[in-house]
């Protein structure tokens, strides 16, 4: 049997293994329950993967992720390596023959979104796997005390035996060590097996600053540090905003954020990947799975919602080993939302009730019904018909979720539709009308089959270039099967979905747990407590405050962050303005530089320079024209 590192030069052409994937593999190839906690960039899917591929059967791993699901699964195909998905958006024949390949083909791997963990097609066929290992990427979702709790995770447990108590390998990028816990009991581990890697990032400088002013700091940030970035902002209408910004004073910035298309996000995300656009202005909806080393710099310019999600989205930037920053950019304005942000996420018990409600009459559901159904769903459309507040009701439902209620997509690019509802003799008959539409129906039949057990997903174009036609005639074609009874046609649309894992309740019987909703609520809020904490210390080093954070309390200063730099400032303030004026000099002797040069150049963090400058303007050291410095002979 090949070896680990054979497998990994064989497969990713790497020589050598990156710090503690080697022992996280090790564990999972002795059978040992392992929870795996490696920061962004540590290359957590290889400590899965390898071992995979060296155990015969297949590796059933569960990922909240669809985008993230979708792109491994198409890496592993594109080594050679067989893998499957199924997700929401699958029609039931699409998840039917996915599960029976997982069972009688020879696939190394099997992808599923949580919420597919509870179907019932899906709880009968896992039985007739020969299941190798368990793996729960993002595994923080299991957690309550969490920031990112999934209540489908929790069905997890139950998979594990049916499919014989395969050894299961946890991995996440954050867990404080009571979510550490929490996840390995709620795995149900044969006993404790913590791997954990270092918080400390060397190269990072956590940069925090106070200032009303954010448009300035932001920009004096692309200017000063060469090399591409992110930013992170909370809305989508600010991404586009702030972008537009940029792009006005000349740095090359594109927005990104769900609601663009999901051809629209990949342009943008491999014109950043290939260099085309320097800085990408997003939500959170951007960074996951990602893996772009030569990122310079990350920014929040709003204040996030959790330490864990900070740690994650700044940990994209420097993962070269080069020295990189991460920005945060506060004021008072961003503390007073984020805590108002608490009441928002957390609407009143009795309207969470309430919406509850209006969600299955929305769709015309009777008390006893609607468990397992599927909707578009369409936010405005629901808020404006019911008079409610959208962003309330927004969060009613991610409550609802988080109860294990239903589960709201984010927006999908969902394909066209189609199913046969005639036999296929009454269908023949069709076909025997008409030489145009019998050889429409023959190329349909030829490209999809099964079309006569349930909906199949179609690609209009395809079916229109096979059929020398336009796109436009087979959606007229469709439309018209559809209006003869033919067909069932759902045409394609972008759309969230909104899926109801229970039957509706009447109102009398319905109860949300007051225990549930405040231990929820409580939590949320000191999420966001430590955020605000975090932003405004100014004594503790910024990497010892993280690491101290997810309980590693070793760590040394860093050295590089803005609290550390201040201190060794404050101490030796006469010596390092000196280094500082000498290092401008330096720089000089080589010929006239741009301000913006001069700030790459001497990278200073404290900014201390531009006081330098000037007193060195007004003893004559040196002369600025035109944003340019000379050095003056002497």
Known sequence: MASPIEILEKYWSHKSFRPLQEEIINSALEKRD??????????????????????????????????????????????????????????????????????????????????????????????????????????????????????????????????????????????????????????????????????????????????????????????????????????????????????????????????YSSGNRTSKQDDWMLGSTRVIVSTNAFGMGIDKGDVRFVIHFDLPESVEAYYQEAGRAGRDGLRSYAVMLWNSSDVKRLRQIVNLTFPKPDFIKEIYQKLYRFYNLAYGSGKGDIFRFNLQEFSQKNKINASSAYYAIKYLEGEGLLKLTEELDNPSRITFIVNRDELYMVQLKSDSMDAFIKTILRIHPGLFSGYVSIDEEYIARLSRNSKAAVVSMLVKLSGMGIVSYIPGARSPLLMFNEDREEERGFYLSSKNYESRRAGFETRVESVIGYAGESTICRSQYLSRYFGEESSALCGICDVCISARKSRDEKGYEQTIERRIIEILMDGPKRLDEISALVNDETRCYLDILRSMVDRGGVRLENETLYLNSR
């Not at 297949?58 to 699901?69: F, G």
């Not at 049916?162 to 979510?179: D, F, I, M, R, W």
């Not at 990072?204 to 060469?226: A, M, T």
């Open 34 to 259: 392992t929870l795996a906690l490696l920061p962004t960039g540590g290359g957590k899917s290889i400590c899965f993967q390898i071992p995979a591929i060296l155990n015969e059967g297949i590796t059933i791993v569960v990922s909240p992720l669809i985008a993230l699901m979708k792109d491994q699964v198409e890496n592993l195909k594109s080594k050679g390596i067989r893998a499957l998905a199924v997700h929401s958006g699958m029609t039931g024949t699409e998840v039917d023959a996915t599960l029976d390949n997982a069972i009688y083909g020879s696939y190394k791997f099997l992808y599923l979104s949580p919420e597919r963990l509870r179907t019932d097609i899906f709880m009968e066929r896992v039985k007739k796997m020969n299941v190798a290992y368990l793996v729960v990427d993002e595994a923080h979702c299991i957690s309550q005390w969490g920031y990112d709790f999934r209540p489908d995770y929790l069905k997890i447990k139950d998979i594990k035996e049916l499919c014989g108590n395969p050894p299961t390998l946890a991995l996440t990028a954050t867990a404080t060590p009571s979510v550490a816990d929490d996840i390995m009991e709620k795995l149900g581990f044969a006993s404790s097996n913590l791997i954990r890697g270092s918080f400390f990032r060397a190269n990072l400088s956590y940069v925090v600053r106070f200032s009303e002013d954010k448009y300035g700091e932001l920009l004096r940030v692309c200017r000063s540090v060469n090399g591409s970035g992110i930013v992170y902002v909370r809305e989508r209408k600010r991404a586009e905003e702030v972008s537009v910004f940029l792009n006005s004073q000349g740095v090359n910035a594109d927005s990104y954020h769900a609601g």
